[in-house]
């Protein structure tokens, strides 16, 4: 497995805003799936954005529609995740993750086999 490194969490007031930034080596084939995903305490890990490599088109969750922007640096070989206008609700650990290739939601995280450590974001009302 790849290591991934996530980096920018923090404690955000409701409204606020957040970038999160994932170092992701060697996926820059065309195919390559990466994206983001959240678990809050006591709840399922969550996919919220997912990028494919040759395919330009984001996948994002409902709940982050509108407010959670993924993109990358080809060149940093870096993944974000631009977060605004947090909600209480979007407290959790948040995770990126990187795939050879995805059959199917490429928010599943059974899809996914390399993983980062995680950073936590908490925004307070």
């Known amino acids: 497995a790849v290591k991934l490194v996530e980096s920018g969490g923090g404690s955000v007031q409701a409204g606020g805003s957040l970038r999160l930034s994932c170092v992701v080596p060697?996926?820059?084939?065309?195919?390559?799936?990466m994206g983001w995903f959240r678990q809050a305490h006591g709840k399922e890990r969550e996919g919220i954005a997912a990028?494919?490599?040759?395919?330009?088109?984001?996948f994002l969750a409902d709940s982050v529609k509108g407010r959670f922007t993924i993109s990358k640096d080809n060149a940093k070989e870096t993944l974000f995740l631009q977060m605004n206008k947090l909600k209480p609700e979007d407290t959790a650990m948040y995770y990126c993750a990187a795939s050879a290739f995805v059959l199917g939601d490429p928010l599943r995280p059974s899809q996914y086999d390399n993983w980062g450590q995680g950073t936590q974001v908490s925004v307070s009302s």
């Open positions: 060697q996926f820059t084939y065309r195919g390559n799936v």
């Open positions: 990028l494919r490599i040759g395919n330009e088109t984001p």
